[in-house]
Structure formats: structure tokens, C-alpha cells
């Protein structure tokens, strides 16, 4: 678990270096996009967590996660 976060802290400051070499605009940077890649990865994995607990899930969120694992 500790490796996969190293790894992907890593893998944001290698893109941040790939966009300083490329002279390449914050806004729509590799490593911004990276970093919502992780965020949005992050977010399914909780929701995920959340609904296994049992606790209640809205039926959207549900559909979105079960779509998104097929």
C-alpha cells in the first residue's frame, strides 16, 4: 500500500518535470492531469469501501460504480 503511494507521488513529480521541460501551461499540464486522475481513483475507492460497509448508497452512485467497474 505504502509502495503504490510512493509510486504514484513519483509519478506526479516526473510529469511536473516532463511539463517543465515541455514548457507547457499549468492549466492543462500532465501533471494536472495525472493528479485528477488519482483524485478521481481516490473517490471511486471510498464510495466503493462505503457501500461494502453496508451503509446506505444512493442508487445513482451505485449505477455510476458498478458501470465504471465493468
Not at 506526479?12 to 501533471?31: E, N, R, T, V
Not at 481516490?42 to 460504480?65: A, D, F, M, P
Request: aromatic share 12%; no cysteine.
Amino acid at each position: 500500500m505504502i509502495f503504490k503511494k510512493v509510486l504514484m507521488f513519483s509519478l506526479i513529480a516526473l510529469l511536473h518535470q516532463a511539463d517543465k521541460m515541455l514548457s507547457i501551461d499549468a492549466s492543462l499540464s500532465f501533471m494536472t492531469e495525472g493528479i485528477f486522475f488519482y483524485i478521481f481513483n481516490e473517490l471511486l475507492s471510498i464510495i466503493k469501501n462505503y457501500g461494502r460497509l453496508g451503509l446506505s448508497l444512493h442508487e445513482q452512485l451505485k449505477t455510476i460504480v458498478t458501470a465504471l467497474k465493468d
